[in-house]
């Protein structure tokens, strides 16, 4: 995974620790098993990582987990740089107290597909990206923001996941995140 994203946050954001404690998660897709070695990444994208995995717990469980039980992290609890915790927990709460909101503008950019066909994965990473493009604007670039998303989607999605979340996200409108 190119460090690229590293460079473009650090120009646009504040600077803060860049090591991942723990430095690889287990990601698991349809066709491989792999270890993902955080310590490449920088602290808001590790934050994005387990906020797309806790998102995607969430999805998995109906919505039916309380919200302690999503922010533990019980894959990685005790190893989280407090920086990368502190944000990835802004992240999540902040989706799943959005998510009418949020999976009303997925509906309204999804043309054709019906919110409860998208994977449940590609669901996780889009709704965190339209909650940081609504809420976190001011802090967090469109760009970036795109960006990042496009990234995990290639991490944690199918092989054209990525084009399908970009789509979604590039074609938002303003009026739409105001």
Same mark, same amino acid.
């Given at each position: 995974?190119?460090?690229? &994203?590293?460079?473009?946050?650090?120009?646009?954001?504040?600077?803060?620790?860049?090591?991942?404690?723990?430095?690889?998660?287990? *990601?698991?897709? %349809?066709?491989? *098993?792999?270890? &993902?070695?955080?310590?490449?990444? !920088?602290?808001?994208?590790?934050?994005?990582?387990?906020?797309?995995?806790?998102?995607?717990?969430?999805?998995?469980?109906? !919505?039916?987990?309380?919200?302690?039980?999503?922010?533990? =992290?019980?894959?990685?609890?005790?190893? @989280?740089?407090?920086?990368?915790?502190? =944000?990835?927990?802004?992240?999540?709460?902040?989706?799943?107290?959005?998510?009418?909101?949020?999976? !009303? @503008?997925?509906?309204?950019?999804?043309?054709?597909?019906?919110?409860?066909?998208?994977?449940?994965?590609?669901?996780?990473? &889009?709704?965190?990206?339209? +909650?940081?493009?609504?809420?976190? %604007?001011?802090? @967090?670039? %469109?760009?970036?923001?795109?960006?990042?998303?496009?990234?995990?989607?290639?991490?944690?999605?199918?092989?054209?996941? +990525? %084009?399908?979340?970009? !789509?979604?996200?590039?074609?938002?409108?303003?009026?739409?995140?105001?």
């Amino acid at each position: 995974m190119p460090n690229n &994203l590293n460079n473009i946050e650090e120009t646009t954001e504040t600077i803060e620790p860049k090591k991942a404690l723990k430095k690889k998660v287990l *990601v698991k897709s %349809k066709d491989k *098993v792999k270890d &993902l070695d955080l310590s490449n990444y !920088g602290y808001r994208t590790q934050a994005r990582i387990y906020a797309v995995m806790s998102l995607y717990a969430y999805e998995m469980n109906k !919505g039916e987990m309380n919200i302690e039980d999503v922010l533990y =992290f019980d894959y990685d609890d005790k190893n @989280i740089n407090d920086s990368v915790k502190k =944000f990835a927990k802004e992240l999540i709460e902040g989706t799943i107290n959005n998510l009418e909101r949020i999976d !009303g @503008i997925i509906e309204k950019y999804s043309k054709n597909w019906d919110i409860k066909r998208i994977q449940y994965v590609d669901k996780s990473i &889009l709704r965190m990206s339209i +909650y940081s493009l609504i809420y976190l %604007k001011e802090k @967090i670039s %469109k760009p970036i923001i795109i960006n990042e998303a496009v990234e995990i989607a290639k991490i944690f999605g199918d092989k054209d996941s +990525y %084009k399908f979340i970009n !789509g979604i996200l590039d074609g938002i409108q303003e009026e739409d995140i105001l």
